[in-house]
């Protein structure tokens, strides 16, 4: 078959594939975002960055952003999955509620401690499981669907701590807060844990791509042949799973169980730190690191407000500050404009 | 009959441009007091836009309106009102939770230092409708009538609005027979009051029980406007389907016998209000080619073939072996392809690369965990787009910012990749270019010749009877006929399509 058209393509094909992911990791709006908060936090209080290594762990205020951000990193790793389905999970503080509750009962029972773990991650997959289930088989729309478990979980939380906080001395659930595993806090370590064996798992496998099929275009997916319904299920009994760890560490770090506040509003800084991670709430494209970057991004700046010793009141204003131009820095309008000006600087073969 | 021969309404030379899409050229159009006047055309003749323009929503690029010989601008659907002209959609644009009353005097209703006076509407509504012959509740919420009667009080409602012109698009497509009835009472009752009745369905039948009048479009353009006693249902498709053009190429070289031995049997497949339980067999090297009006069914056959619809009895064999196919997912794995008709909406993954939407189905086909490698996706979407001569800068841009005839190739090329043993296409050269058309028309050639089952849709018949061995003619949701050897031809198609022909006689076993 002759291609009389061939030579109308450009003849030398750029080099396949999407932009390497460290390409232009600098230029990224967030690393730019996180690079002036962390700056900014260092002109406030200039021993920021200092990190000293003190009884095998390491100690500095770096270290103390990544810790006090790990929960909604975590979190976060679970939400990208299901906003890039096109869909959203405001139950995961609730849930975490849920799991702490779970693991604290559980000990303070004289149950074994790995049980007691165990049985709050299950809690975790159960919930995760519901909302998958109301999401595809009762096709219910993800935000009212998970809005259920996301008034009830607390509720159902409470039930199992019978309206009190439940603490405990269990050492392995202190650990789980408040540790160390190779010189790092365990929530550090375990958020680290999580998003390496998350990204492998969906990029060296084809789910990374089905998933964002199922984003992109539900219908089209199915014509296809891909199973979405299950693929649903999959990522928000994953949320789900994050969600019960992400609990375990926040009941850890109090060395109690707090049905109430154990977890509230995170769902709200999840769903942020995944937007500010660059996957869009309209689904498809997702990445997980950048996800983990945008909860990281956030607890800097919660920092930043708090050593700089303004009134917390301050830190929302500031919060919704940073996060505008952000997102402005990620819109279509700023990517246009950028578009139009790198048209410029290039020959001009475009038609 | 009053007035017989006045003309409500005259459109002279209209002419549409989208883009560098000529939507309606130099169409003229006439609706007389008294009448009801059928429109009617494919997908994409131009009657919508032709409509929208009658009733206001679309400005003409060139052309005059006239309205009882004066001329008129109509600069939106209020303007269009105020001269008479009301419009009653398909779905019944009213509110629901409302009472009957109240839709009907929506925006207008009588009031009394400021307070509406609900026992007044009620009074009133009850009394309109029973010009309509609805003794009906009229405090009842609208949602809680059938659509018959909701399309009636939506026509009473633009009656009383406008009462000169009258444009029903698809009032009927909900309705079963009873209630087309009731309908059409109400249609005649008007136009012996004197209104002038547009009237657009898929329903051949009912134009020719209702209207007095037709008018044709295809491709943007009027066929003709013309009484229908002198017509029949095969000159109506005939001129639809534009199939008076000649045809000098079909039969070429394509032998029914020269087909292989049985790929797929479908038998008694059939789903309730969908399509009538059907029979085929498809054999190894043949193309199956599907004919019919839109809404005869065409596309719920295909639907049902890959499972996207659940059938609710039938079996299905594949090379000799009893296969369960309820959802895609089973079709595919059976070795089925399926280019829907609606690209944008079930084919493609706009915002996912040339590359992706061209591996996602054998992926899917392999599952989780097998993945394709990133040099085995970049290999095979560059061996199918060559294949295809799919036109992209490079394979790694979103499917998006191609055009038409480009993602239709990527679409194909996704089924390629999973080596079928079954392809359906459904209307495969709708709406691309001409050099895409020409390279479909040509894959599905070679995809015959290399051992392939199609069963290929398409409005195009001189198209169809080009590349297919044996063409199936859909008509009221069930398949009626089987044309093959020397039957197959346009004119047979279109008589089998309107009913009328002698391919009757030689229905399908």
């Known amino acids: 078959m002759t291609r009389p058209t061939a030579h109308l393509r450009p003849s030398s094909k750029p080099p396949a594939g999407r932009p390497r992911p460290l390409a232009n990791f600098f230029t990224r709006p967030q690393v730019i975002a996180l690079a002036l908060v962390l700056c900014v936090n260092w002109l406030l209080f200039p021993g920021f960055f200092s990190i000293t290594w003190q009884d095998g762990r390491l100690f500095g205020s770096l270290i103390d952003v990544l810790n006090r951000g790990a929960p909604v990193a975590i979190l976060a790793i679970g939400m990208t999955a299901v906003i890039a389905t096109k869909g959203v999970d405001l139950s995961v503080g609730a849930v975490m509620a849920i799991s702490g509750a779970v693991a604290a009962v559980m000990v303070t029972s004289g149950q074994p401690a790995w049980l007691a773990v165990m049985a709050a991650l299950a809690a975790g997959l159960v919930c995760g499981l519901w909302n998958g289930i109301l999401v595809t088989v009762l096709q219910i729309q993800p935000i009212i669907a998970t809005l259920v478990l996301m008034v009830a979980g607390r509720g159902l939380a409470q039930l199992i701590t019978e309206g009190t906080i439940v603490t405990f001395s269990d050492p392995v659930l202190i650990f789980i807060g408040t540790g160390t595993v190779l010189g790092l806090p365990t929530p550090v370590f375990l958020a680290l844990a999580l998003m390496l064996a998350a990204t492998l798992i969906v990029r060296r496998t084809a789910l990374g791509l089905l998933i964002e099929a199922v984003g992109v275009n539900r219908s089209a997916a199915r014509f296809a042949g891909i199973s979405a319904g299950l693929l649903l299920v999959l990522a928000y009994t994953f949320a789900g799973f994050c969600a019960a760890t992400a609990g375990l560490i926040a009941a850890g770090d109090i060395r109690g169980a707090d049905a109430n506040n154990a977890g509230l509003w995170l769902e709200l800084d999840a769903i942020l730190a995944v937007v500010i991670g660059g996957t869009s709430l309209m689904g498809g494209r997702f990445s997980i690191p950048m996800s983990v970057l945008g909860a990281v991004i956030i607890q800097a700046m919660n920092t930043g407000i708090l050593i700089s010793g303004f009134s917390p009141e301050f830190n929302l204003v500031v919060k919704s500050g940073v996060i505008i131009l952000i997102l402005i820095l990620q819109s279509p309008i700023s990517a246009n404009l950028l578009r139009r000006k790198t048209t410029a600087h290039s020959d001009g073969a475009r038609r | ?509």
């Open chain 2, 1 to 509: 009959m009053p007035q017989e021969h006045a003309t409500l309404l005259r459109a002279t030379g209209i002419a549409k441009i989208f883009g560098s899409h000529r939507a309606l050229d130099e169409v003229d159009f006439d609706l007389r007091a008294g009448e009801v006047h059928a429109l009617l055309g494919e997908n994409g003749a131009g009657k919508s836009t032709l409509i929208k323009i009658l009733t206001g929503a679309y400005q003409p690029d060139a052309g005059q309106l006239e309205v009882d010989g004066q001329e008129v601008t109509f600069r939106d659907p209020q303007q269009a009102q105020a001269h008479g002209i009301g419009t009653v959609y398909q779905e019944v644009n009213l509110l629901p939770n409302r009472s009957v009353a109240e839709n009907l005097f929506l925006g207008r209703q009588p009031t009394r230092w400021g307070l509406i006076r609900r026992r007044e509407i009620e009074e009133r509504a009850r009394e309109l409708l029973k010009t309509y012959g609805l003794d009906i509740d009229v405090r009842a919420e609208l949602s809680t009538f059938s659509v018959a009667i909701q399309q009636i009080i939506a026509i009473a409602r633009a009656v009383e609005l406008s009462g000169k012109v009258l444009v029903l698009d698809e009032p009927t497509a909900s309705l079963d027979r009873t209630e087309v009835d009731l309908l059409f009472k109400v249609v005649r009752e008007l136009k012996a009051k004197g209104l002038g009745i547009i009237f657009i369905t898929h329903f051949l039948d009912q134009v020719f029980e209702l209207s007095d009048r037709v008018t044709i479009l295809r491709n943007g353009r009027k066929i003709t406007t013309q009484a229908l006693a002198g017509l029949d249902a095969t000159d109506v498709v005939r001129m639809m389907l534009g199939k008076d053009v000649a045809f000098d190429h079909h039969l070429t070289g394509i032998d029914a016998a020269a087909r292989g031995a049985v790929r797929v049997e479908f038998s008694q497949m059939g789903r309730a209000g969908s399509v009538a339980p059907f029979s085929l067999t498809l054999h190894e090297g043949e193309v199956v080619g599907v004919a019919g009006l839109l809404g005869s069914g065409r596309t719920e056959v295909a639907r049902l073939m890959f499972g996207v619809d659940g059938a609710d009895g039938g079996t299905v064999m594949v090379d000799g072996k009893p296969v369960s196919i309820r959802n895609p997912a089973q079709a595919v794995a059976a070795g089925f392809g399926f280019c829907p008709e609606d690209r944008k909406a079930d084919g493609i993954f706009g915002d996912l690369s040339v590359r992706e939407n061209i591996i996602i189905a054998l992926q899917a086909k392999l599952g989780w965990f097998r993945a394709l490698s990133r040099e085995d996706q970049i290999e095979l979407a560059g061996r199918y787009a060559d294949m295809l001569d799919i036109r992209a800068a490079d394979h790694d841009m979103p499917i998006k910012l191609l055009s038409g005839g480009n993602q239709q190739k990527a679409i194909l090329a996704r089924w390629l990749a999973i080596d079928p043993t079954f392809l359906i296409l459904d209307e495969p050269t709708r709406g691309i270019d001409v050099g895409a058309h020409a390279e479909i028309v040509r894959t599905i050639n070679r995809l015959r010749e290399e051992g392939l089952a199609l069963f290929v849709i398409s409005s195009e018949l001189d198209e169809v009877v080009a590349y297919s061995n044996r063409v199936v003619v859909m008509r009221d949701r069930a398949m009626v006929a089987e044309l093959a050897g020397a039957d197959l031809e346009p004119d047979a198609i279109v008589r089998a399509i309107a009913g009328t022909g002698p391919a009757q006689a030689e229905a399908r076993p």
